[in-house]
């Protein structure tokens, strides 16, 4: 069993930065891919990106691309989520996942992950 523990959302205004951190407890952090999801009010939980076990990969949807940033610390059982140049449909809560399997990349897809976080929200004003 792993434990993830999302921190760093908060309230900003568009165009600011904020980075979301995902520290793991319980598992070998560091052979599985790891992934960030975000669910705004009356929708799904969409995927975002996520990052490889060996950080050498990442992937992230065509609506953050160039503006969010996901990178590990495998020493520090972290990953983050560096968003920059926010708008007010980043607005969600985020949440962090786990992949079921390991060694592998990022699975695009919410049923590959074994474990979530508790998620934080970000709210970004116009």
């Known amino acids: 069993q792993v434990q993830l523990v999302e921190s760093g959302g908060g309230l900003v205004q568009a165009g600011d930065s904020l980075r979301l951190s995902c520290a793991a407890s319980?598992?070998?952090?560091?052979?599985?891919?790891m992934g960030w999801f975000r669910q705004a009010p009356g929708k799904d939980r969409d995927f975002v990106g996520g990052?490889?076990?060996?950080?050498?990969?990442?992937y992230y949807v065509d609506s953050v691309k160039g503006r969010f940033t996901i990178s590990r610390n495998n020493a520090k059982n972290t990953v983050y989520l560096q968003m920059n140049s926010l708008k007010p449909e980043d607005t969600a809560v985020y949440y962090c996942?786990?992949?079921?399997?390991?060694?592998?990349?990022?699975?695009?897809?919410?049923?590959?992950?074994?474990?979530w976080g508790q998620g934080t929200q970000v709210t970004v004003s116009s």
């Open positions: 319980g598992r070998t952090f560091s052979l599985y891919a």
């Open positions: 996942a786990i992949a079921k399997t390991p060694l592998s990349a990022a699975p695009l897809n919410a049923r590959d992950y074994a474990q």
């Open positions: 990052i490889s076990w060996s950080g050498e990969s990442t």
